[in-house]
């Protein structure tokens, strides 16, 4: 497994106040990694010792296969970073700050050129540059921080709050930006609070929680490791009476409860068992209209990562 970022131990104090705690971090390359937490869950401080702004104070970080410690400028250079509700200064214009970046990074006037306007149009910024930034609104100013990281052709994207500010337009808009950026095969690791945002973006995401890491694996598996019964909510053509007593019978069936024609199937297994349930509702006499599992939400995922981390301390 080819890592993008892997940290062992990671720990970043504030005096007294331990920010990031011992963690465990591993990214694959071509990935987009989430890093859900809650505010103040440490995602910034984790996000700005990856990119070398802020030094450890224990553990190992590697980032592209480097050691990461303070600031490495070499390590920087297949590294784009976008900072947490990025502000730039107001008095340029759009392509001046990416030129100005562009030259910081050594590349050379026809790099710049070809570079700049591809990117312009990418983040739907075409038409805008020559703007001074201060007239820029949030969302744009954000699309002109996403740029400003795709600026050095980055093997890897560290985005702080991509969608922090924006509107629901604005934020739909980053979420595909996102997926396209990871479709020229980059890994992209960004940090959010939102569940959902993480939910349709992200193929794998690591949850923290105080500086803690509570679960980190694809977005399937956080879902499948969840304990606790998948609940399958069955509707019937008219309510009958021995269908809950039957299925309640069955060995992967924990609980049955009945709301006249709506039956609520605990079940004990994660596999598909909808024909088996089908097949006892059927001999019992009843007629099926719907079945559907009740999904678990990663919000009750994380929730329940969080109760359980609480219960533990
Ligand atoms: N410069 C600082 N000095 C002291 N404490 C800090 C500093 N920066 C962050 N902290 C504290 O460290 C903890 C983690 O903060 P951090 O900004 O990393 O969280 P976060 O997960 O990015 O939160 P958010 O979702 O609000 O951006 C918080 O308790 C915060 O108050
Ligand atoms: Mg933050």
């Given at each position: 497994m080819a890592l993008a970022i892997e940290t062992i131990g990671l720990t970043k104090r504030y005096g007294s106040l331990v920010a990031v705690n011992k963690l465990n971090l591993q990214v694959e390359k071509n990935t987009i990694h989430g890093f859900l937490g809650p505010n103040g869950a440490g995602k910034t401080t984790t996000i700005k010792v990856l990119v070398g702004l802020l030094r450890p104070d224990g553990g190992t970080v590697r980032v592209l296969g480097r050691e990461v410690y303070g600031d490495v400028p070499e390590s920087r250079l297949k590294v784009g970073y976008m900072p947490e509700l990025p502000r730039f200064p107001k008095h340029l214009k759009g392509w001046e700050l990416l030129d100005l970046y562009g030259r910081m990074y050594g590349m050379t006037e026809q790099q710049r050129r070809e570079q700049i306007p591809k990117l312009l149009e990418m983040v739907g910024l075409k038409g805008r540059e020559k703007d001074f930034i201060g007239k820029y609104s949030k969302g744009m100013q954000q699309r002109l921080g996403i740029a400003q990281a795709l600026l050095n052709d980055p093997e890897l994207v560290i985005l702080d709050e991509p969608s922090l500010g924006l509107d629901p337009v604005g934020m739909v808009e980053v979420r595909e930006l996102v997926k396209n950026i990871a479709k020229e095969g980059r890994t992209v690791f960004l940090s959010s609070h939102l569940l959902f945002e993480v939910e349709q973006v992200c193929t794998h995401i690591t949850i923290i929680h105080k500086g803690v890491a509570l679960a980190s694996d694809t977005l399937q598996n956080i879902y499948s490791r969840i304990s606790g019964a998948a609940t399958l909510v069955v509707e019937l053509a008219k309510p009958i009476d021995s269908v809950a007593d039957v299925l309640r019978k069955l060995p992967f069936v924990s609980g049955v409860e009945q709301g006249g024609r709506m039956l609520v199937i605990e079940l004990k297994?994660?596999?598909?068992v909808r024909p088996q349930i089908s097949q006892e509702i059927t001999r019992a006499g009843g007629v099926i209209v719907s079945m559907s599992f009740k999904g678990r939400t990663l919000e009750e995922v994380f929730m329940q990562l969080i109760t359980e981390f609480g219960g533990q301390k």
């Open positions: 297994t994660h596999d598909d």
